[in-house]
């Protein structure tokens, strides 16, 4: 990447970075064997990085994910408008443009099972999940073996 160009997004994932040009083209670099580093070509408003994968939210609301293609995880719902993503490392989410989350890819923990409610971001560990509602709460769901998803009062 250009170091003097202008950036609208950036994402670290587990040994990659990708970041959104202000021409809207995706750019990334790093570790590359499962093309987490090789976008789609396209032009995207937003992006995140995960373990093996990326996703972005193409200039028309629907996601666009490289890499890990052995996975569930690269595999956005089609015909489902995003506003933003947020990466694990086995599993993505996104908030849609209505403001619910949809999640996809290994769920083995629960990290997949949204709970019911609008909201506005979305992010996502190894084994769960956390969203920011409307009304400015912060749930979270999946394995809370390390307390993880106890949000404080």
């Given at each position: 990447?250009?170091?003097?160009?202008?950036?609208?997004?950036?994402?670290?994932?587990?040994?990659?970075t990708c970041a959104i040009r202000d021409s809207g083209e995706a750019v990334c670099w790093g570790h590359d064997a499962n093309d987490q580093s090789s976008p789609v070509?396209?032009?995207?408003v937003a992006l995140d990085a995960g373990g093996l994968h990326t996703c972005a939210v193409r200039g028309d609301g629907l996601g666009e994910c490289w890499g890990a293609p052995w996975q569930d995880m690269s595999t956005p719902p089609v015909d489902v408008e995003f506003a933003t993503m947020g990466l694990g490392e086995n599993h993505s989410c996104g908030v849609t443009s209505e403001g619910g989350i949809v999640c996809w890819g290994e769920s083995l923990d629960g990290q997949c099972d949204v709970p019911a409610g609008q909201y506005t971001q979305v992010t996502a560990g190894r084994k769960h999940t956390c969203g920011l509602t409307f009304d400015e709460r912060i749930l979270c769901w999946g394995s809370n073996d390390?307390?993880?998803?106890?949000?404080?009062?």
């Open positions: 990447p250009e170091p003097n160009s202008d950036y609208l997004d950036v994402s670290c994932g587990g040994a990659h070509p396209g032009t995207y390390e307390g993880q998803c106890d949000v404080p009062d």
